[in-house]
């Protein structure tokens, strides 16, 4: 099933652009199947992820608003469609930001009823790259409203957009 817009292909894409060194660690907030972390595995990163309902047995359970690993866990963090419906976008910027090494990526797909990139520079990341999905935001959300089974059926209505991003911790 599609968890997130543009399913596996928009995973590898957000992979690619983070062009992270071989073997590094990864952690997914909000993994839920497990897809994502399997793909990474598969490229030979170590990956972890968490959800507040897994579901699959690779996934931890976990808040990704209050993680409880260390600060500097991490050499990257991935999250795609989660920190939006966690309630707290900026809440789940700030814990990503503190579980980065410095100089750590944020490897995030996400909706957005604000401007993407003040919101991500107001967290602390320089912005590296950025691609406009919100077509194939509005594909998987009709999509999700016909079958009445997805997450995103009980987002806000309005004017929104969906990003691919990728930011580096600094400083
Ligand atoms: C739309 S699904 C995306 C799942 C997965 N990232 C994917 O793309 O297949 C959103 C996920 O975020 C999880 N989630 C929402 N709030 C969370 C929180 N506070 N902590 C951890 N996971 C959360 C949900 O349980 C759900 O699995």
Partial sequence: MRSHPGGEAHTRRLIELAALPQGVSVLDLGA?????????RGMGYAARGIDLEPRGESVERGDLLCTGFPDASF???????????????RGALREARRLLKPGGKLLLSDLFFDDPAALL???????????DLTDAWREY???ALWRGDAPCCEIPKGKCSYWLLIGRKDG
Avoid: I, K, P
Wanted: net charge negative.
């Fill in 121 to 131: 520079r107001a967290a602390g990341f320089t912005l590296l790259c950025a691609e």
């Fill in 75 to 89: 050499d990257a963090v991935l999250s795609e469609c989660a920190f939006f419906v966690s309630g707290d976008q």
């Fill in 32 to 40: 839920g199947a497990g897809e994502a972390l399997a793909l990474l």
């Fill in 141 to 143: 959300y009709l999509e």
